[in-house]
């Protein structure tokens, strides 16, 4: 089981597509690292949306990753993931 401890930058492979792989793993480091080292009171309110919003981008713009994100078996990759899958379907409702 792999997780992301937020205090190194991790790789992941999604796919032969560097540039997502790049992208997706500077965004998972980022939130793993925020969520575990800046415990400040404002994950839910600030931080959370914003890297929900941005999983949301992803999602949409390849469903596949759904399946590869959970795969990590990490919590706040997985909770993101979750989050994100609740906000494209909800903003898919409204149009």
Not at 17 to 23: K, V, W
Request: aromatic content about 12%; glycine content about 4%.
């Amino acid at each position: 089981m792999m997780k992301n401890d937020g205090f190194h930058n991790l790789s992941y492979t999604f796919g032969d597509n560097e540039l997502l792989n790049q992208r997706m793993s500077d965004l998972i480091n980022e939130f793993c690292h925020v969520f575990r080292h800046h415990a400040d009171g404002n994950w839910k309110s600030f931080y959370k949306p914003k890297y929900v919003k941005l999983m949301a981008e992803e999602l949409t713009a390849r469903p596949s990753l759904i399946r590869k994100l959970l795969a990590l078996k990490d919590p706040v990759v997985s909770n993101i993931t979750y989050a994100a899958i609740e906000f494209n379907k909800q903003n898919s409702s409204v149009e």
